[in-house]
């Protein structure tokens, strides 16, 4: 019988949070850890909230099956669409979400001009709207949704020259702005890190939240004694081709591993 402890469960629409569970491996490495892909329905900036919180009904449902202990949306999308009505349906879960991290941006900008590249649900989202209110008071917040983006992250192109005009198209009229901190609001977008580096001046900032997700869930995990000490590993699934997924796991994942079918 299978005595493995039970895992933290992640789900994004596709490969993005991947940037997440890396930060989850390396604050909590002995942690067991079930990751799950919803690419048969990304991406999810373009879709309707109903149909994001039925997906993560449907998700939730199938990572709590799997023993999941907690649950860790690595999606801004879906936070904002869902995050709410999944703590109404599992109060004694703990569930952590993700969100465009206004606050640490309006902290470091020093020009007061802050960018947001995220998608269209999250930038349209009443929670996007509320962040904003909350933390961007004194400074100026442009935001740039990035249609196209997540799929070419989803095939692996993460530097070819047409993702590299995409982006310059979006990035160059922020700079122009006096923009000089800039927020990745999606978890896909880790991952182009080194080519926005490459497209932007040595002093801009670019900020994602990744990290901070891992040091949250890590708190609430240790206040809620759900840590383990315990040999860990990772399983993957995908509600698309398993293949496609494996494919790109050892480019956005580091490692080969095998990938299941959710048929959820
Ligand atoms: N990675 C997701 C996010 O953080 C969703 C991207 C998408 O599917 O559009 O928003």
Redesign the pocket.
């Known amino acids: 019988m299978d005595r493995c402890p039970a895992p933290i469960g992640v789900f ?3 490969v ?2 991947l940037s997440v569970l890396r930060a989850i491996r390396q604050r909590l490495p002995q942690e067991s850890l079930l990751y799950l892909a919803d690419s048969a329905h ?5 879709k309707s909230p109903e149909y994001i919180r039925e997906r993560c009904r449907a998700i939730a449902a199938f990572l709590l099956e799997q023993g999941a202990k907690a649950l860790v949306l690595a ?4 936070t904002a669409a869902g995050i709410n009505e999944l703590r109404e349906l599992y109060p004694q879960l703990p569930i952590i979400g ?1 969100e465009p991290a206004v606050k640490p941006a309006a902290l470091a900008t020093r020009s007061g001009v802050v960018g947001v590249l ?2 269209t ?2 930038l349209k989202s009443a929670r996007f709207a509320a962040l904003l209110d909350r933390f961007a008071t004194d400074i100026r917040v442009i935001t740039q949704p990035c249609p196209g983006l ?1 799929e070419r992250i989803e095939a692996g192109d993460l530097c070819s020259a047409q993702t590299r005009a995409m982006l310059a198209g979006w990035v160059e009229p922020l700079l122009a702005q006096g923009c000089d901190t800039l927020i990745l609001g ?3 977008y880790p991952f182009i890190r080194p080519l926005l580096t490459e497209l932007l001046p040595v002093d801009v900032r670019l900020i994602d939240t990744g990290a901070a997700v891992a040091r949250h869930l890590h708190e609430v995990m240790a206040e809620r004694h759900l840590l383990v000490a315990a040999e860990a590993r990772q399983r993957f699934y995908c509600s698309s081709d398993p293949q496609r997924m494996a494919r790109v796991l050892p480019i956005l994942w580091g490692e080969n591993a095998a990938v299941e079918f959710f048929a959820g």
Do not use: K
Request: aromatic share 4%; charged share 10%; net charge negative.
């Open positions: 994004d629409s596709g993005g949070g990304v991406p999810y900036g373009e999606c801004n999308t879906a993700m995220a998608t649900g999250t997540v999606c978890t896909h």
